[in-house]
């Protein structure tokens, strides 16, 4: 959470300041927790980890994408982050902008 606070000091993004995206690569997938969201389910909830570290995140109409790949074991994600607040729990999660299957 304090990294995502401080990468948004470099506000407001634009044209000419894009927000800034990360990679992470040979990431686990949990396979009982990734899956659609959403009222059609088009949208990946997706759940992983690496290095030991637990990663959530949420992909905007990636299911498909995500089962046409053959819903991958392993993944590398391209991601911008942003803080997810619900049901009083405040943690930080992945925008995941592309992934490719490893």
């Known amino acids: 959470v304090e990294l995502v606070?401080?990468?948004s000091k470099l506000e407001p993004y634009g044209m000419g300041n894009s927000r800034p995206i990360?990679?992470?690569?040979?990431?686990?997938?949990?396979?009982?927790?990734?899956?659609?969201?959403?009222?059609?389910?088009?949208?990946?909830?997706?759940v992983g980890?690496?290095?030991?570290?637990?990663?959530d995140g949420?992909?905007?109409?990636?299911?498909?994408?995500?089962?046409?790949?053959?819903?991958?074991e392993t993944l590398s994600v391209?991601?911008?982050l942003?803080?997810?607040?619900?049901?009083g729990n405040v943690k930080p999660q992945?925008?995941?902008e592309d992934f490719k299957k490893v």
């Open 5 to 7: 606070n401080e990468i």
């Open 22 to 46: 990360f990679v992470i690569n040979d990431i686990d997938v949990d396979s009982s927790k990734t899956k659609g969201c959403g009222t059609s389910g088009k949208h990946l909830k997706f």
């Open 49 to 55: 980890k690496s290095n030991n570290i637990n990663l």
């Open 58 to 72: 949420i992909g905007f109409s990636l299911t498909e994408r995500f089962r046409n790949i053959g819903e991958p």
């Open 78 to 80: 391209a991601f911008t």
């Open 82 to 87: 942003d803080i997810n607040e619900w049901n």
């Open 94 to 96: 992945m925008v995941i």
